[in-house]
């Protein structure tokens, strides 16, 4: 299993507006695609204007494919045309358990 984490650093003041964003039209067209979500934060103490979220696969060929189908999906492309100008930076890491963890 990997857990793909994603950090997105949005201008100042604007998580308000993507998180309700994503909510009513991000979320679902992610769950569809991306399968199992670890979960969805937004930073309180640390670097702010910041949103973090994770999502699991069993192997890197699960989440290719799975991206490779959101990043086609006319639904997500018209979304993420939308919320694109809150962006400043993203920053995607893939993690990978240790054997001990509940998540190996």
Not at 9 to 36: D, S
Not at 41 to 61: C, L, R
Not at 82 to 103: D, G, T
């Amino acid at each position: 299993m990997i857990v793909e984490e994603r950090i997105y650093t949005l201008h100042p003041g604007m998580v308000p507006a993507y998180m309700a964003a994503y909510e009513k039209e991000g979320l679902a067209i992610q769950k569809e695609n991306l399968g199992q979500m670890v979960g969805f934060f937004s930073v309180d103490v640390g670097p702010q204007n910041q949103i973090v979220h994770m999502w699991a696969y069993k192997d890197s060929a699960e989440r290719d494919a799975r991206r490779a189908k959101q990043a086609t999906d006319p639904r997500w492309n018209a979304y993420r045309e939308k919320v694109r100008p809150f962006l400043m930076v993203q920053e995607n890491k893939i993690l990978v358990p240790a054997k001990f963890s509940p998540w190996a």
